[in-house]
């Protein structure tokens, strides 16, 4: 029964072949005692059908036959010639130890030994072949894992695994092999892992090791392979943007740290390594103090630098001029800039989106407690500053404040004007309130915040009305940029000086701008989109014109445009560029965000992705965004 059950499971004879059935049962009767054999072995037909599969072909009379297990087995078997020494073909001899193997199974796993062992080499006809430069016990190791494709991998012996691996090209190996020690990552390793990782050419161990050195710099700098780093990997060390540290000072001070750890054949690197400080964006004090450092003060080529830096800070006029990749900002130290609200497609948007330059990366952080329209945003004492607005039914007074430590929310006192359309902004301690709408009027009222009273006072008015009003503080005085006035798109710009309580008039842009974003660097003043007419009339258009003010000649000029035009624009400066956020173009709420240039006066479009639990989606579409940056 058992005999007959099993050949109806394994065999099925198609018409062509039955001529030869005799032939086949003599075959199966001189076999009956295997499987007699067999059926003391397994004693339900459960057993054969886990280890074969039978598949319904297209003729009836025929099926495919697939045994589950048979690469399994097979390989074991091998395995156990290989053990007993039996078929090998080859001896791989590496230092003193001799392995046989079967060059079968080793080109079947190795493109290293598939093309030694297929190509009109010296070593194909080899009955030994010499395996310089590796380790004879992960040798041995690899071989095994050929036939059995299981390995063991320890710290002790991953060094040896790894490079061995990576000669005979066993790609899963390596890729085991990287991932064990990307796992292993610690600020006392990450600078050999990544050392070692660019030697042996692999690539994604070394981006994840120089990734996690960049993160954790400030633990890294206290490790004993920091203080044992060639000069050439100290240079590339200090010399890129990403190092996550929280100012310039923490480079200088982790440089020379270094340099006294072997000063007697590291000080004459000093000038070269030196140079890739960005020495301008020290401060003062810290600038002077470096000038007299026994290290720095016998080398001309130091103290010129040195030079260079306090002229940066003696002459602040002259900075437009003094820029070089030394006062170009390294990426952790400028600060993260945030996307706060704004119109989404539906409705009012109440999330709050970080933006952190150095990862180029987008996150949630926050949720506002309600919706909230064309409202103004502050950073003041290191807490952001929500205020004004509307709701979709009324104009709002009220402010709220988030602590981004504790990630609480605050109900601060109100202002005494109910405004949208405001701008805000912190000047020299307090924080202003400028313009708006209260509903009914167009408004030119100022309010200030004294955050030491915790309360909000009148200032001077503007001598124009303006809501859509772009605000930002330049040179100590607070300017408002155009705006509308209730019957036009306005051109006019003022300034107002906090300590003579007056605005004075200012020349007018080229442009009428309502919903206009503005911006300052290095002594000028940025006008960015909006509109030049109210959204009822019919001659409105969006704009992509971007206008600079020089404060020193009183001159608006045109540069590079924005590669769309938008309304309603966020803007602010984070490190030395200028970045547009979100609007709208006339159709659709924007999530596009642009990067500009000043000193190449190109723009460049930024990333948009937001990474929230490690699910990629879209930053919101965002219209009357507002944006600033927090430090």
Known sequence: MI??????????????????????????????????????????????????????????????????????????????????????????????????????????????????????????????????????DALWVLVQYAYTGRLELREDTIESLLSASCLLQLSSVVQACCSFLMKQLHPSNCLGIRSYADAQGCHDLQRAAHAYTMDHFLEVVGSQEFLLLPVEEMERLITSDDINVPDEETVVTSLLTWVRHDAPTRQHHLPLLLAHIRLPLLQPQFLADLESNALLRDSVECQRLLMEGMKYHLLPQRRP???????????????????????????????????????????????????????????????????????????????????????????????????????????????????????????????????????????????????????????????????????????????????????????????????????????????IGGHDAPASSLASRLSDCVERYDPQTDVWTTVAPMSISRDAVGVCLLGDRLYAVGGYDGQVYLNIVEAYDPQTNEWTQVNTQTQIDAMAIDIHVLFCVNVCVWY
């Open 3 to 136: 005999l007959k059950n099993a050949l109806t499971f394994s065999l099925s004879l198609s018409p062509s072949q039955k001529h030869s059935s005799s032939a086949l049962t003599g075959r199966i009767r001189h076999s009956s005692r295997g499987l007699r054999h067999f059926h003391q072995t397994s004693n339900s037909s459960a057993t054969l059908s886990s280890c074969m599969s039978m598949e319904p072909c297209a003729c009836p009379e025929e099926c495919m036959f697939t045994a589950l297990s048979h690469a399994d087995v097979t390989f074991r078997k091998m395995e156990g010639y290989l053990r007993s020494r039996q078929l090998c073909d080859i001896i791989l001899v590496a230092g003193d130890r001799r392995i046989p193997a079967h060059r079968l199974v080793l080109s079947s796993v190795s493109d290293y030994f598939a093309a030694m062992f297929t190509s009109d080499v010296r070593e194909a006809k080899q009955d030994e072949v010499k395996m310089e430069g590796v380790d004879p």
């Open 321 to 527: 001029l003094l820029q070089s990749p030394r006062t170009h900002p390294r990426k952790a130290t400028v600060g993260a800039m945030f996307a706060v609200g704004g119109m989404d497609a539906t409705k009012g948007a109440t999330s709050i989106e970080q933006y952190c330059l150095r990862r180029d990366t987008w996150r949630q952080v926050a949720t506002m407690s309600g919706r909230r329209l064309q409202f103004g945003v502050a950073v003041l004492d290191g807490r952001l500053y929500v205020v004004g607005g509307r709701d979709g039914l009324k104009t709002l007074n009220t402010v709220e404040c988030y602590n981004p430590h504790s990630k609480t929310w605050s109900v601060m006192p109100p202002m005494s004007t109910h405004r949208h359309g405001l701008g805000v902004a912190v000047l020299e301690g307090p924080m202003y309130a400028v313009g708006g709408h209260d509903g009914w009027s167009y408004l030119s009222t100022v309010e200030r915040w004294d955050p030491q009273a915790r309360q909000w006072s009148f200032v001077a008015s503007m001598a124009t009305p303006r809501s859509t009003v772009g605000v930002a503080v330049l040179n100590g005085k607070l300017y408002a940029v155009g705006g509308r006035d209730g019957s036009s798109c306005l051109r006019s710009v003022e300034c107002f000086d906090p300590h003579t309580n007056r605005w004075s008039g200012c020349a007018p842009m080229a442009k009428r701008r309502g919903g206009v974003g503005v911006a300052t660097w290095h002594g000028f003043l940025y006008a």
